[in-house]
């Protein structure tokens, strides 16, 4: 017979231990917490929580077993211009639910207040709308699982999406496609590995909402950064349709992508949820506990303080709220073995009252704890709040998007003037910007041309202007930042005389990425050529415009980015794990990097100022380093030199004197959709560069 017993405070959420399940809820404000059990026909069983420790209700619950669908209704203050808006009428999703069947049916119901008067209770019953919470048994057989714990200075970041890489692949099973088994299949890791990259970047898996507005117009949210599950892996990636399928599905696929030597590495969106605004529904922690869980004015506490630019923002001024990220953080490390975390928006959670603090509580929490010191960390270092843009201000342990490093490149090849000199500092892994407070390597920064947020690759060539038309926003939606590439005719076109410029561009900025000091960041789908047709805010498009075709694939496109992967990755030069230096360092006599005009002689102060030409060489000494190479294969330590050109006219570059007197061997020309010719050159000699080309000479014994 099943009984409530008092149970425990912790671990809070549902944790069954053989014979029943405990539940714990956080609440500072709730006056009793029911747990309410759904049977397969629809009944509701409710299980007020009869003891409480502090602000945590508790109950243990006799005979109750994974897959158990249940949800929390709180009793409370019924206080809006407090900011308090508990309803007992709001079935309410458990902040730490392991899995969560089904997605919101957007009725009236699952709103908190009345339409006609926000100060009044809606009292229709929420549940036949609401997903449900699932009570989870995590054993799971992991073999001889292990981390690849690729080291930073030999990572190469490829972020993706689950279900677009495989919706569409020919190979994938059907029944596969667009799922965590879908990328976990032998046609995608073999893809994976044939790339060369060493870490996947998922895009959010936590539970998410699929917004109202967007479901209202026939639309669905792809992206995911509308998180309401933070234990949670997204249901609907799962193949299966056993309700909490997905928990044991996304183990196989980390467990699968780890047998391959990939690491996995998550978005994970901590800064606000999917309840929206004000105005928004009960869905889970706003009926919880508000005042706790979200930032809210001083002068008018019905309302969000904003700094996420969706409506809310996590409040992790509240230990109650700290606790639960770190909860939830550990949980995808040790029951997911997950090998590091991408944080959106990572500003809003290092702010200590309204003002970013690196030294504040999530901050030291992270540095301080044992499980989540030893992953991988990776900030966007922004928010749209007062002081929000934080580049360069994270601690030692973190690494951080480079959008300078973006917006330098994207701007040096589309020649806009006098951006040589920040795009040296760009190149060499900007220590302009992080070579400071303890951070000695150039892996601080993340350096990316695109992300899933803008343009792909192809379409940064192609299109002038931006076309979201699709989102239903009248194309006032994403930031329209791809001005000046004067690309001639926008979109995909025949004229061979306008694709070889656009190929010859984006070869040139995927070269100048793996070569660049830094961690590199590739988007899916990139490799395959794959356009959004001008849409540069995707997020609401899950459909062929955001998944990728294996259909379209340009073979000579993916052959050129598998062999600037595999440069990258065979000599160190490219990845060194201190900063470069400019007088020698290595006992050749030769600086780590120099810098020259076109003409062979050393950049002056003059060329340095000019703002234009922006054409320039630049020598990378790799004499006497011993880094060694990611896949087992003996080091090399060869030289390089690079020549940029991003001006229309081809034009000749001189090789420089007294750089040794071994000849070069052409190894990259963006000119060429093959290798070059092999031939042998020396110093003095005169190498012809396409215009907005980069040619890479190799100086080496075997050379």
Same mark, same amino acid.
């Given at each position: *017979?099943?009984r409530?017993?008092?149970?425990?405070p912790?671990?809070?959420?549902a944790?069954?231990?053989?014979?029943?399940?405990?539940?714990a809820?956080h609440s500072d404000?709730?006056?009793?917490?029911?747990?309410?059990?759904?049977?397969p026909?629809?009944?509701?069983?409710?299980?007020?929580?009869?003891a409480s420790?502090?602000?945590?209700?508790?109950?243990?619950? &006799? !005979?109750?077993?994974?897959g158990t669908?249940?949800?929390l209704r709180?009793?409370?203050?019924?206080a809006?211009?407090?900011?308090k808006?508990?309803?007992?009428a709001?079935l309410?999703?458990?902040?730490?639910?392991?899995?969560i069947d089904?997605?919101?049916?957007?009725?009236?119901?699952?709103?908190?207040?009345?339409?006609?008067d926000?100060?009044?209770a809606?009292p229709?019953?929420?549940?036949?709308? *609401?997903?449900? =919470?699932?009570?989870?048994?995590?054993?799971?057989?992991?073999g001889?699982?292990?981390?690849?714990q690729i080291?930073?200075h030999e990572?190469?970041?490829?972020?993706?999406?689950?279900?677009?890489l495989?919706?569409?692949?020919p190979?994938?099973p059907p029944?596969?496609?667009?799922?965590y088994?879908?990328?976990?299949?032998?046609p995608?890791? !073999?893809?994976?590995l044939?790339?060369?990259?060493?870490?996947?970047?998922l895009?959010?898996?936590?539970?998410?909402?699929?917004?109202? /507005?967007?479901?209202?117009?026939?639309?669905?949210? #792809?992206?995911?950064?509308?998180p309401?599950?933070?234990?949670?892996p997204?249901?609907?990636?799962?193949?299966?349709?056993?309700?909490?399928g997905?928990?044991?599905?996304?183990?196989?696929?980390?467990?699968?992508l780890h047998?391959?030597?990939l690491?996995?590495?998550?978005d994970?969106?901590?800064?606000?949820t999917?309840e929206?605004?004000?105005?928004?529904p009960?869905? =889970?922690?706003?009926?919880?506990?508000?005042p706790?869980?979200?930032?809210?004015?001083?002068?008018?506490?019905?309302?969000?303080l904003?700094f996420s630019?969706v409506?809310n923002?996590?409040?992790t001024?509240?230990?109650?709220?700290?606790?639960l990220i770190?909860?939830?953080?550990?949980?995808?490390?040790?029951a997911y073995?997950?090998?590091?975390?991408?944080?959106?928006? /990572?500003?809003?959670?290092?702010? =200590?009252?309204?003002?970013?603090?690196?030294?504040?509580?999530?901050?030291?929490?992270?540095?301080q704890?044992p499980?989540?010191?030893s992953?991988? #960390?990776?900030?966007?270092p922004?928010d749209?709040g007062p002081?929000?843009y934080?580049?360069?201000s994270?601690? /030692?342990v973190?690494?951080?998007?480079n959008?300078?490093?973006?917006d330098?490149?994207?701007d040096?090849w $589309?020649a806009?003037p006098a951006t040589r %000199?920040?795009?040296?500092?760009r #190149?060499?892994?900007s220590?302009?910007i992080?070579a400071?407070g303890?951070r000695?390597?150039?892996?601080?920064s993340?350096n990316?041309?695109?992300s899933?947020?803008g343009?792909?690759?192809?379409?940064?060539v192609?299109?002038?202007?931006k076309?979201?038309e699709?989102?239903g926003?009248h194309?006032?939606?994403?930031?329209?930042?791809?001005?000046?590439?004067?690309t001639?005719v926008?979109g995909?076109?025949?004229? /061979?005389?306008?694709?070889?410029?656009r190929n010859?561009?984006?070869?040139?900025?995927?070269? &100048?990425l793996l070569?660049?000091q830094g961690v590199p960041?590739?988007?899916?789908?990139?490799?395959?050529?794959?356009?959004?047709r001008?849409?540069?805010?995707?997020?609401?498009q899950d459909?062929e415009?955001?998944?990728?075709?294996w259909g379209?694939?340009?073979?000579?496109?993916?052959?050129?980015?598998?062999?600037?992967?595999?440069?990258?990755?065979r000599h160190?030069v490219f990845?060194r794990?201190?900063?470069?230096?400019?007088t020698p360092?290595?006992?050749?006599?030769?600086e780590d990097v $120099?810098w020259?005009?076109p003409?062979g002689?050393? *950049?002056?102060?003059?060329?340095?100022?000019?703002?234009?030409?922006?054409s320039?060489a630049i020598y990378?000494?790799g004499?006497?380093l011993?880094?060694?190479?990611? !896949?087992g294969?003996?080091?090399?330590?060869?030289s390089?030199?690079l020549?940029?050109?991003?001006?229309?006219r081809?034009?000749?570059?001189?090789?420089?004197?007294?750089l040794g007197?071994?000849?070069?061997?052409?190894?990259?020309?963006? %000119?060429? !959709?093959a290798?070059?010719?092999?031939?042998?050159?020396?110093?003095?000699?005169?190498?012809?560069v396409?215009?907005?080309?980069?040619?890479v000479?190799?100086q080496?014994?075997?050379v």
């Amino acid at each position: *017979m099943t009984r409530l017993l008092p149970g425990r405070p912790y671990p809070l959420g549902a944790t069954y231990d053989g014979h029943g399940t405990n539940f714990a809820v956080h609440s500072d404000i709730a006056e009793s917490i029911a747990v309410c059990v759904f049977e397969p026909d629809g009944s509701e069983t409710p299980y007020w929580l009869s003891a409480s420790d502090g602000s945590i209700h508790h109950g243990y619950v &006799t !005979d109750l077993g994974p897959g158990t669908r249940y949800g929390l209704r709180v009793e409370g203050p019924w206080a809006p211009g407090q900011g308090k808006w508990c309803n007992p009428a709001k079935l309410l999703i458990d902040p730490y639910a392991h899995a969560i069947d089904g997605d919101i049916a957007w009725d009236r119901a699952v709103y908190g207040y009345d339409i006609q008067d926000p100060d009044v209770a809606e009292p229709h019953d929420s549940a036949p709308f *609401m997903p449900k =919470s699932l009570v989870v048994d995590h054993s799971f057989d992991w073999g001889d699982d292990v981390s690849p714990q690729i080291p930073w200075h030999e990572t190469i970041l490829y972020e993706t999406h689950v279900k677009s890489l495989s919706q569409l692949h020919p190979d994938v099973p059907p029944e596969l496609r667009g799922t965590y088994r879908g990328l976990a299949s032998p046609p995608i890791i !073999d893809h994976l590995l044939g790339l060369g990259i060493t870490t996947v970047e998922l895009l959010p898996v936590q539970h998410f909402v699929h917004d109202h /507005a967007l479901v209202r117009h026939g639309l669905r949210n #792809l992206w995911g950064y509308q998180p309401i599950g933070f234990f949670a892996p997204y249901s609907g990636y799962a193949a299966s349709q056993d309700p909490g399928g997905q928990v044991a599905e996304f183990k196989d696929m980390v467990k699968a992508l780890h047998a391959a030597g990939l690491e996995v590495i998550l978005d994970v969106v901590y800064n606000h949820t999917g309840e929206s605004h004000d105005l928004g529904p009960n869905l =889970s922690f706003r009926g919880i506990d508000n005042p706790a869980y979200y930032r809210l004015s001083d002068e008018d506490p019905r309302h969000y303080l904003d700094f996420s630019g969706v409506g809310n923002t996590i409040n992790t001024d509240h230990p109650a709220v700290l606790r639960l990220i770190a909860d939830s953080l550990r949980h995808w490390v040790q029951a997911y073995h997950v090998d590091g975390f991408r944080f959106d928006l /990572a500003t809003t959670l290092a702010r =200590s009252g309204l003002e970013f603090d690196a030294a504040g509580p999530f901050l030291h929490l992270m540095y301080q704890d044992p499980v989540l010191n030893s992953v991988k #960390l990776i900030a966007e270092p922004w928010d749209v709040g007062p002081g929000g843009y934080r580049v360069g201000s994270f601690p /030692a342990v973190w690494r951080e998007w480079n959008d300078r490093y973006r917006d330098n490149v994207r701007d040096y090849w $589309r020649a806009v003037p006098a951006t040589r %000199a920040e795009f040296a500092f760009r #190149l060499t892994g900007s220590s302009d910007i992080f070579a400071h407070g303890g951070r000695r390597p150039p892996t601080a920064s993340i350096n990316f041309v695109t992300s899933h947020d803008g343009y792909t690759l192809s379409d940064l060539v192609a299109y002038e202007r931006k076309h979201n038309e699709a989102n239903g926003q009248h194309n006032e939606d994403g930031h329209d930042d791809n001005r000046s590439w004067n690309t001639g005719v926008e979109g995909p076109t025949d004229d /061979a005389g306008i694709s070889d410029l656009r190929n010859r561009r984006r070869r040139s900025i995927l070269a &100048t990425l793996l070569l660049s000091q830094g961690v590199p960041m590739l988007l899916g789908g990139d490799e395959l050529s794959r356009t959004q047709r001008g849409n540069n805010n995707a997020y609401a498009q899950d459909n062929e415009t955001s998944w990728y075709d294996w259909g379209k694939v340009d073979a000579a496109f993916l052959d050129f980015w598998r062999r600037m992967v595999q440069l990258r990755r065979r000599h160190p030069v490219f990845r060194r794990r201190t900063w470069l230096r400019g007088t020698p360092a290595n006992g050749s006599g030769l600086e780590d990097v $120099r810098w020259f005009t076109p003409e062979g002689a050393p *950049m002056s102060l003059h060329d340095w100022e000019a703002r234009t030409p922006t054409s320039v060489a630049i020598y990378l000494n790799g004499q006497g380093l011993v880094v060694p190479d990611v !896949d087992g294969r003996a080091p090399l330590d060869d030289s390089f030199l690079l020549f940029l050109h991003p001006a229309p006219r081809a034009r000749g570059f001189t090789i420089p004197a007294g750089l040794g007197p071994a000849p070069w061997q052409p190894v990259i020309d963006t %000119a060429l !959709d093959a290798e070059p010719p092999h031939q042998l050159l020396t110093q003095g000699q005169t190498v012809d560069v396409a215009g907005f080309g980069l040619v890479v000479l190799r100086q080496g014994a075997d050379v």
